[in-house]
């Protein structure tokens, strides 16, 4: 079998396809390299001293580990100097970092959760590095946060990598998903698979039931139908799965379908949800609706919400297409 790697697959977007400029290829192997670099630290654990809290706490409040930190300073680091960005922006990271001055700066901009599923992190489960890419609007130098206030829909790419029993990438260009293994050997990203498609239908649900007590009516009737099996109203036994880490449970949804969600609940009423817009809910709706699934905050569309702030919150319900039109029905009757 041919392989095709990263590289390859990029330049045929670029040349073939016209989906993306030279600079936004760049980026995408500038990030695909960090992650390998992530990924090494991530297989090193407890022989590399990675595990464990780094006794910091980001911008919402949440104790840091030590491999959030490396995984931020990883991406930062990596990306700063090629020209491609103008800044990038973090759950890790209070404010935005603009590109120094000493560089050339670009016309992206690029948002991470440098590594996602943090109660994962030292318990040798599967965690993960998503991203987003925006383009800057207009020319003139100078980046402000404002700058990043824009719906997912005009994300120019977006993906995750996933460090589990295999290291993957898995990305969209807006031209539907691929997804890249890491040949360890060789440190190159080889393409498995294309063209992934989310089946519309599914019975399996992803959604932390220990909340159950707090969510609003209409998730509690989703998953009450869900687990009221065949003789209930959906006629069909149901399964459920919960990795806690979103990647995790966003790739099997990739892979073979289902319905995750994070709502809404009534413990802070004033956040809209656990998960953030643009580092999280954003790329992988975009991913999802590239693969022919749907994302919703119960409500609208992901990719349409305008953020008014860089670390919002939002309700997420992702996935097989027909559960995702279900549950946000029930929102609406
Ligand atoms: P994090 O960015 O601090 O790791 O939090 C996000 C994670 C998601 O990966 C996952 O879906 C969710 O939090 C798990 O939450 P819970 O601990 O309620 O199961
Ligand atoms: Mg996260």
């Not at 089946?199 to 969510?215: C, G, Q, V, Y």
């Amino acid at each position: 079998m041919k392989r095709v790697s990263l590289t390859q697959y990029l330049v045929e977007q670029q040349r073939e396809h016209g989906r993306i400029p030279p600079e936004l290829r760049l980026l995408i192997e500038v990030v695909a390299r960090a992650c390998k670099h992530i990924a090494i630290a991530v297989n090193k654990g407890a022989l590399g001293d990675v595990l464990g809290s780094a006794h910091s706490e980001n911008v919402q409040g949440e104790i840091q580990k030590k491999l959030d930190v490396i995984s931020n300073e990883v991406l930062i680091e990596a990306n700063e100097w090629g020209g491609h960005l103008a800044a990038m922006a973090s759950e890790e990271m209070d404010s935005i970092h603009v590109v120094p001055n000493r560089y050339p700066q670009g016309e992206y901009m690029l948002l991470f959760d440098p590594l996602d599923g943090s109660s994962n992190i030292d318990v040798n489960v599967s965690i993960g590095t998503i991203f987003s890419v925006l383009r800057k609007i207009g020319h003139a130098r100078g980046v402000s946060e404002e700058d990043f206030l824009q719906p997912g829909k005009q994300q120019a790419a977006a993906g995750y990598c996933v460090y589990g029993p295999q290291t993957m990438l898995v990305l969209t260009v807006g031209n539907g998903v691929a997804m890249f293994t890491l040949d360890r050997e060789t440190g190159s990203w080889v393409l498995t698979q294309q063209d992934v498609r989310i089946p519309e239908d599914t019975k399996e649900f992803a959604i932390n039931m220990s909340n159950l007590r707090h969510w609003a009516p209409p998730v509690k009737r989703y998953i009450d139908e869900c687990l009221a099996g065949k003789t209930g109203p959906r006629g069909k036994d149901f399964n459920m799965r919960w990795v806690a880490s979103m990647v995790a449970d966003v790739h099997r949804i990739l892979m073979r379908g289902g319905v995750f969600l994070y709502p809404w609940d009534q413990r802070e009423p004033e956040k809209p949800g656990k998960l953030r817009l643009m580092y999280e809910a954003n790329p992988m709706a975009f991913l999802v609706e590239q693969a022919g699934g749907l994302a919703t905050n119960g409500r609208e569309r992901i990719l349409d919400i305008v953020p008014t702030r860089l670390h919002e919150r939002v309700s997420v319900i992702l996935g097989s297409k027909n559960e995702v039109e279900t549950a946000t029905r029930y929102h609406a009757e």
